[in-house]
């Protein structure tokens, strides 16, 4: 069986600040575009590995909000994300918490008011 989860897209009012946000406290690169008449950042996706593609979108019918689906992101030190969020400004939403053999969990909010979990697993 596969990831059912193709792609995500996370909403935004203001993309440069979310791209900023994401790029600082995950340590990634994201990949600017437009599609279909919205502006998009993408997260890297490693080609035929195993997990979903995402992106930040800004557009009339992406609405931030810690509201519905809520997005995990796999940390390798869930510790040092969120000590990059807070100083960005970020609330916890959800502090640390260890969940047993699976690892620690948290979740944050965003630059934009989204609601973002955080995972990792141990070690």
């Known amino acids: 069986m596969t990831n059912p989860v193709f792609h995500f897209e ?8 979310a791209i900023a946000f994401y790029e600082d406290v995950f340590s990634y690169q994201l990949t600017r575009a ?3 008449g919205y502006d998009m950042a993408f997260f890297p996706r490693a080609g035929d590995a ?3 593609s995402g992106a930040l979108a800004k557009g009339d019918v992406y609405r931030p909000s810690q509201d519905g689906p809520v ?3 796999d940390v390798p030190d869930i510790d040092a ?3 990059r969020a807070t100083a960005r400004g ?3 939403l959800y502090p640390k918490k260890d969940i047993g053999e699976v690892g620690f969990v948290a979740e944050i909010e965003d630059s934009e008011g989204n609601r973002i979990a955080l995972s990792q697993v141990k070690p």
């Open 81 to 83: 994300v969120l000590a």
């Open 50 to 52: 195993p997990g979903a």
């Open 10 to 17: 996370i909403p935004v009012t203001d993309l440069d600040r």
């Open 34 to 36: 437009d599609v279909d």
């Open 90 to 92: 970020s609330k916890v």
């Open 71 to 73: 997005i995990y992101f």
